[in-house]
């Protein structure tokens, strides 16, 4: 059958989707800023703000590189679930 091809890709291309689990953004952290750091540009183009207890919140993948500098790492969770 000639219309069956159409049909086939459109499966083919919904069942190749990225699962939920997979998107990285899923992943936070909370990092404690060194003292004098208001804000920061992230590595996926993001500008995010020190929050006034000196805490910071973003992507585990963003925030591998402040990890890597020394910055402590406060809490670690997936948006499944909060904080």
């Not at 459109?10 to 208001?38: K, W, Y």
């Not at 910071?56 to 948006?79: C, F, N, P, V």
Request: charged share 25%; proline share 8%; glycine share 8%.
């Amino acid at each position: 059958m000639p219309r069956s091809r159409p049909y086939r890709w459109c499966i083919t291309i919904a069942t190749s989707v990225t699962p939920r689990d997979q998107n990285p953004e899923r992943f936070r952290v909370r990092l404690r800023a060194p003292p004098g750091i208001g804000s920061v540009q992230t590595f996926s183009g993001r500008h995010i703000n020190v929050g006034l207890d000196g805490t910071i919140e973003m992507s585990a993948e963003d925030a591998q590189y402040y990890i890597r500098d020394g910055w402590t790492k406060l809490a670690e969770w997936t948006t499944d679930e909060a904080p």
